[in-house]
């Protein structure tokens, strides 16, 4: 059920992944747009304002897609000496630490949109975007992060308390240097 699980998030984050790189295709074509109409003489304005947004929210979506790719940068010389249940136990932690701190970011997050919403904040810009309109993807992209770290936390210690220590590794271990995630 573990690996079935993770397979679902995968796929899942998958389809995040390639929403997110529409999202930075569609600001890559607005700054080239911006580009363009300045070599004519005027100007869109508010391609760094805008792009600034996408950037925060392509990452808190990111970051998911990032953890089930084994894409988190982690120091293991510690981890490479250890046996496999060894491994299994320093990604546990590595894991635990990762779903804790996502889950207070992602629960910290809310009074920041929260605070918006109340007040219909607008950027202090001249475009005077409603900044719950850019928080509301950015928090929900930190609330999913959360879900999937507690969802993979949870799938690896079902892993591990199976004796499926090779699972466990595949699912929150480390990749070596220059092997790619399938």
Same mark, same amino acid.
């Given at each position: 059920?573990?690996h ?5 998030m995968?796929r899942?984050?998958?389809? #995040?992944? @390639?929403v997110?790189?529409?999202? =930075? ?6 700054i =080239?747009? %911006?580009?363009?109409?300045?070599q004519?003489?005027?100007?869109? *304005? *508010?391609?760094d304002?805008?792009?600034?947004y996408v950037?925060?929210?392509?990452t ?9 790719? =084994? $894409?988190? #940068?982690?120091?293991?010389?510690? &981890? ?6 060894g491994?299994?136990l ?5 894991? !635990? ?5 996502? +889950? ?9 949109? %929260?605070?918006?919403? @109340? /007040?219909?904040?607008?950027a /202090?810009?001249?475009l %005077? +975007?409603p900044?719950a =309109? ?7 992209g ?6 999937v $770290? ?8 079902? @892993?591990?308390? &199976?004796?499926?220590? !090779?699972? $466990? %590794? ?5 990749l070596?240097? *220059?092997?790619? $995630?399938?």
């Amino acid at each position: 059920m573990a690996h079935r699980v993770l397979d679902l998030m995968k796929r899942l984050n998958r389809w #995040v992944a @390639m929403v997110i790189g529409v999202l =930075l295709l569609a600001c890559v074509c607005f700054i =080239l747009t %911006e580009i363009i109409v300045r070599q004519l003489g005027s100007s869109l *304005g *508010g391609t760094d304002e805008i792009s600034g947004y996408v950037m925060a929210i392509a990452t808190s979506w990111g970051m998911g897609f990032a953890l089930l790719e =084994l $894409s988190h #940068v982690r120091i293991d010389i510690l &981890r490479l000496q250890a046996k496999a249940l060894g491994r299994c136990l320093f990604d546990l932690m590595a894991m !635990a630490v990762m779903a804790t701190t996502v +889950t207070v970011v992602a629960y910290r997050c809310w009074p920041v949109l %929260e605070r918006s919403l @109340m /007040n219909g904040s607008r950027a /202090n810009t001249p475009l %005077e +975007t409603p900044l719950a =309109l850019v928080q509301l993807p950015w928090f929900a992209g930190w609330a999913w992060f959360a879900i999937v $770290s507690l969802v993979t936390l949870w799938a690896a210690l079902v @892993m591990v308390l &199976r004796g499926d220590y !090779a699972g $466990s %590794e595949a699912a929150i271990g480390t990749l070596a240097e *220059g092997e790619a $995630s399938q």
